[in-house]
């Protein structure tokens, strides 16, 4: 049964959480120090442990994406009211004299822009994307298992500290292979976590859930999605999601040529978005730093009942 939460970050518990270390942004962006920073590291090196279940590879990759890229699997088309774009000045000498010779800003600090060059990035609006695409074209032997973590932007109609922003910090782990190793790493990623969720006396629901397509009833894949659920969200409180496992078949496989047993890749990850994290773990243990849970320490203690030995 779910507890009781607050589920809210109203003006006492904002002015609580600044304390603890959150400056937030109305913009919908959050800067993090002190407590709130440590745990957000706890918390990320937790699923790094968890990760190394199925030896996942890290990497490291850049704030944005080619947009050919990213349209490769449809995502303008699918998340456009979401997607935020890298813009620049037109670098020809008039134009940024233009620029230079106007308000540079008006009144509402809007920002006067001359003549633009061409946008063709993106920025980066879920972490998997760059693993996909950063493998384009390889024959895989065996299923593939990556980690990563990147700041992810989405635009939302409004932004809430810490529950709903601009931009996040999201932690995912990929497999890529055949259906039964994805379907595996999906069986495999529910139990772990759940044995996680009960070590950290966090309370959890598993909800079915569809991607925020633009328009869904006019879009294939939403239908599909909400006929064939594959996307499931742990979700706090009813109605936060702070971890998910989500499978994409060879949606992914196609778009970026990779290839398994003969034919393309299917893939599926597990995601975490880390602001959510601290959301959760201090409403439910309190802003006391000494009452929160030791989150690498419980995700060791999986790791060993998982793997039925010494992690």
């Not at 060059?117 to 390889?138: D, I, R």
């Not at 009452?291 to 999986?302: K, R």
Request: proline letters at 5%.
């Amino acid at each position: 049964m779910t507890r009781t939460t607050s589920n809210t970050t109203g003006p006492d518990r904002l002015a609580a959480l600044h304390r603890i270390g959150l400056s937030w942004q109305p913009a919908g962006q959050a800067a993090l120090r002190g407590p709130l920073l440590r745990l957000a590291e706890d918390c990320d090196r937790a699923f790094v442990r968890l990760a190394s279940l199925w030896d996942a590879e890290e990497e490291r990759h850049p704030a944005s994406l080619p947009a050919e890229r990213l349209q490769q699997v449809g995502y303008l088309t699918s998340f456009p009211h979401q997607a935020t774009f890298v813009a620049r000045l037109s670098p020809e000498e008039s134009n940024i004299d233009a620029f230079l010779a106007g308000p540079v800003m008006d009144a509402d600090g809007r920002v006067e822009l001359s003549g633009l060059s061409p946008v063709t990035e993106v920025l980066t609006p879920a972490a998997c994307y760059h693993l996909y695409s950063g493998h384009q074209g390889e024959v895989l032997d065996q299923a593939l298992y990556l980690t990563t973590r990147n700041t992810c932007f989405r635009q939302e109609t409004h932004y809430v500290p810490l529950r709903r922003l601009s931009s996040f910090t999201m932690r995912e782990i990929v497999c890529v292979g055949t259906a039964g190793e994805t379907a595996a790493f999906l069986d495999e990623a529910r139990t772990a976590l759940d044995l996680f969720f009960g070590l950290i006396d966090l309370d959890l629901d598993w909800l079915a859930a569809t991607d925020p397509f633009f328009r869904p009833e006019d879009n294939p894949r939403h239908l599909l999605q909400r006929v064939q659920p594959v996307k499931y969200e742990a979700t706090y409180g009813g109605d936060l999601a702070i971890a998910s496992v989500n499978r994409h078949h060879d949606h992914f496989g196609s778009g970026f040529g990779l290839t398994r047993d003969g034919r393309a890749a299917d893939s599926c990850c597990a995601a975490f978005g880390l602001e959510r994290w601290l959301f959760a773990l201090t409403d439910r243990h309190g802003l006391d730093p000494t009452s929160w849970p030791a989150l690498e320490d419980a995700a060791t203690t999986v790791l060993t009942k998982l793997r039925g030995g010494a992690a």
